[in-house]
């Protein structure tokens, strides 16, 4: 079965500043993996998927790269917006064709 | 604009049952697989079944399998989780979600969750 481990578990970062996360799968997803946002009391919103492509509407401040089984979410310059967990996902293994992160939560620092 | 809006939680007691229900508009529903994504009370994301867009198919979680049943009507644009012997557990924040499929391996199709609902909570508890 795989696991996706997330890093770090909290990060501080100060508004302005760049954000990134790391996501690491314990084998290979090519690059079928997606990331989410998610703020308290609302429904994860989709960001990055196929490790690189912005989902619609997302801001160019986030990127995304990495393939095989290292990942990185960035976040150019922080807005007050962007504090929230976020999540990665991968597609590819069988049977565990969904399995997420145990998420990031990006704080104000 | 896509909006999908879940309905069917609340409190139930261990070994109960309940059938949550995700009405979706503003996409061909039966062109898209969908899903059921839970979230316990502060914790992360789990996957908990798919299914097809004809309904066909159906694919479920290790730790959902035999107790919980995915169905969909496509003539009323709705999806449905059949929820079995609850355990304390399964105690959650349900969400319904489209899925892109990216990829089939072994037959089973995989993607992202493309557009999500707001979610309905359901409490397992005596």
């Known amino acids: 079965e795989i696991v996706m481990t997330q890093s770090p578990a909290t990060l501080s970062v100060s508004p302005g500043e760049r954000a990134t996360l790391s996501c690491r799968a314990s084998q290979s997803v090519s690059s079928n993996l997606a990331w989410y946002q998610q703020k308290p009391g609302q429904a994860p919103r989709l960001l990055i998927y196929g490790a690189s492509t912005r989902a619609t509407g997302i801001p160019a401040r986030f990127s995304g790269s990495g393939s095989g089984t290292e990942f990185t979410l960035t976040i150019s310059s922080l807005q007050s917006e962007d504090f929230a967990v976020y999540y990665c996902?991968?597609?590819?293994?069988?049977?565990?064709?969904?399995?997420f992160g145990q998420g990031t939560k990006l704080e104000i620092k | 604009e896509v909006q999908l809006l879940e309905s069917g939680g609340g409190l139930v007691q261990p070994g109960g049952s309940l059938r949550l229900s995700c009405a979706a508009s503003g996409f061909t529903f039966s062109s898209y697989a969908m899903s059921w994504v839970r979230q316990a009370p502060g914790k992360g994301l789990e996957w908990v079944s798919a299914i097809s867009g004809s309904g066909g198919s159906t694919y479920y979680a290790d730790s959902v399998k035999g107790r919980f049943t995915i169905s969909r009507d496509n003539s009323k644009n709705t999806l449905y989780l059949q929820m079995n012997s609850l355990r304390a557990e399964d105690t959650a924040v349900y969400y319904c979600a489209t899925i892109m499929v990216v990829v089939v391996v072994a037959a089973t199709p995989a993607g992202y969750f493309q557009h999500w609902g707001q979610g309905t909570l359901v409490t397992v508890s005596s």
């Open positions: 996902q991968q597609y590819n293994n069988w049977p565990s064709m969904y399995t």
